[in-house]
């Protein structure tokens, strides 16, 4: 039997610590009814139409008379609609266990956000229920402003697709602040293996936060920088998560889930990201030891991916993958573009004209290895080695994304020759590749979004026949079969994922 409460413990997903709140306005017209069994509270109600007031302090089991915490409003003689408000919250004070730089004895817990504004709990509840016509005002403002962004930039379909994602997006999130006035944003990977601060989950979903308020990523790249800045992780490359949701205290034996290429890349290009679109230059200068470090190794490693997993790791590991070299060599020019906007000191080996002059080797030496120029029409492969194969290349988003017009042009129109010459051919979008037909969503966002305006609008059709014909009934999933609409056979069952923020790729980029 679990023992509660266990503060940083969860079971099933679900947190062993808190304290659940359940409320409504306070009147003379309210009663309630609180720890009795669910058949006499239900059966006083409908003989007095009203509950007595009273505390139940048999503290039992769930199954064990089935406790039950009712509020009744009297609302007299009704002859027009009427409204009551209820709030139901889950308050922790201790909310993330972080081992970051400043803690140096152990793991800092760092405290709820609203803790910083609020004495008690209580008083958050109230000042949320009381507020709620501004709240949800605001609410409806935010909806009517992603509704209308979206469907000017890309129609209905599209606007369907980013109004869906929003709060599946910003539910996976935890804020946390700790010592030295320091606030971090956290994020679980939710359904897969509730790893927290997943550097290639926060890339697919990043287009969400660039869009509504870019130090949104700043946040969530904070403690992955703080953690690796003070030697807590071991490799050369960058790390893929901070541990276990809500642990977030790393790997110090270097053993998590290696994507060397993947995660290198990833922070790089978000960073650079960050700093375009917030005019904060200054961000790249305080982390240049970690950003050197990853550009040295995509110096070395990005052209020729050695054998290993990408983000997709569920399609297994490979070697020579082109679509992660694409992200790697994307990766390592973005360097040149900090060089050119930070204060950054480029020691020797990365010299700026040096690794501008490689990278730009590296890409043509990619067009090379990684295209069939035979096929009609010719396409990115999956692998160097596999002509007849063929790639999703949504990494070509992050080149559009940081405005490095680095990727020839005729890759672009290359890719959207392509995926016409395939869309018909399944019902619900594109594979990720020619291995299943498995599709992910939130990379055929990607790829749309760099499309041409015939193609870009097809894949989000697509999309959104699958969001309204797939017969799953749980929260939307980010891989499906393509044919089917179902969860992929012989693969896992994804739902309610934060990477679904991608579906913003579209909206994120620079007008």
């Known amino acids: 039997m679990t023992s509660f409460p266990r503060v940083f413990a969860e079971e099933a997903d679900v947190a062993l610590w808190g304290e659940w709140y359940f409320g409504t306005t306070a009147s003379d017209s309210v009663s309630y009814r ?30 064990d008379s089935w406790p039950v915490f009712a509020f009744s409003h009297s609302l007299g003689s ?32 760092l405290v709820a956000y609203w803790s910083t504004v609020y004495n008690t709990s209580v008083e958050c509840l109230a000042a949320f229920h009381s507020g709620w016509d501004v709240e949800s005002r605001d609410a409806l403002m935010l909806d009517f402003k992603i509704q209308s ?6 129609g209905q379909n599209y606007a369907s697709l980013t109004t869906l994602v929003v709060r599946q997006t910003f539910g ?35 287009p969400i936060f660039l869009y509504l308020n870019p130090k949104l990523l700043k946040l969530l790249l904070e403690p992955l920088y703080h953690h690796q800045w003070c030697r807590r ?28 290429i993947e995660e290198c890349s990833d922070m790089i290009i978000m960073t650079l990201a960050y700093v375009l679109r917030s005019g904060n230059s200054d961000y790249i200068n305080m982390h240049q030891t970690q950003l050197l470090q990853w550009a040295r190794f995509l110096a070395d490693d990005s052209l020729i991916p050695a054998y290993q997993l990408s983000t997709d790791d569920f399609a297994g590991a490979l070697a020579n993958q082109t679509n992660l070299a694409l992200k790697g060599i994307i990766g390592l020019r973005a360097v040149v573009e900090m060089a050119g906007i930070g204060s950054i000191d480029i020691p020797d080996w990365v010299y700026y004209s040096q690794v501008r002059e490689k990278s730009a080797r590296y890409i043509q030496d990619w067009a090379m290895l990684g295209v069939n120029n035979a096929s ?42 392509f995926y016409r010459t395939i869309l018909d051919d399944y019902e619900y ?58 969860f992929p056979t012989g693969g896992p ?7 679904l923020g991608g579906f913003f790729a579209l909206l994120a980029l620079p007008r």
């Open 34 to 63: 609180t720890g009795h069994s669910d058949v006499n509270t239900r059966q006083q109600f409908i003989d007095h139409g009203r509950l007595d007031n009273k505390m139940s302090t048999s503290f039992r089991s769930t199954n």
């Open 78 to 109: 009704v002859t027009s609609q009427k409204l009551v408000l209820f709030t139901i919250g889950l308050a922790q004070q201790q909310v993330i266990n972080f081992q970051g730089c400043i803690a140096m004895n152990g793991p800092e817990p």
């Open 149 to 154: 962004d979206s469907y000017d930039i890309g």
């Open 172 to 206: 996976s999130l935890q804020v946390a602040h700790g010592l030295l006035n320091r606030t971090y944003l956290f994020i679980k990977e939710i359904s897969s293996d509730g790893d927290i601060q997943t550097v290639d989950v926060i890339f697919p979903a990043h």
């Open 233 to 260: 992780y071991p490799n050369k490359w960058a790390m893929h998560d901070l541990g276990s949701f809500p642990n977030a205290i790393g790997h110090p034996n270097g053993k998590d889930e290696a994507m060397p």
């Open 376 to 417: 009609d029409p010719p396409h990115a492969t999956l692998a160097y080695n596999l002509p007849d194969s063929y790639s999703l290349l949504y990494n070509l988003y992050a080149d559009r994304l940081l405005g490095l017009d680095f990727v020839p042009k005729w890759v672009y129109t290359m890719q959207s020759n």
């Open 429 to 486: 979008g594109i594979p990720l590749d020619s291995r299943r037909d498995w599709a992910k969503s939130d990379w055929q966002a990607f790829a749309a979004a760099v499309a041409e305006p015939d193609v870009q609008e097809a894949m989000h059709d697509q999309l959104a026949r699958f969001v309204e014909e797939t017969p799953t009934t749980r929260p939307l999933t980010d891989l499906y079969d393509v044919e089917t609409g179902r």
């Open 493 to 499: 069952s994804f739902i309610n994922r934060p990477v």
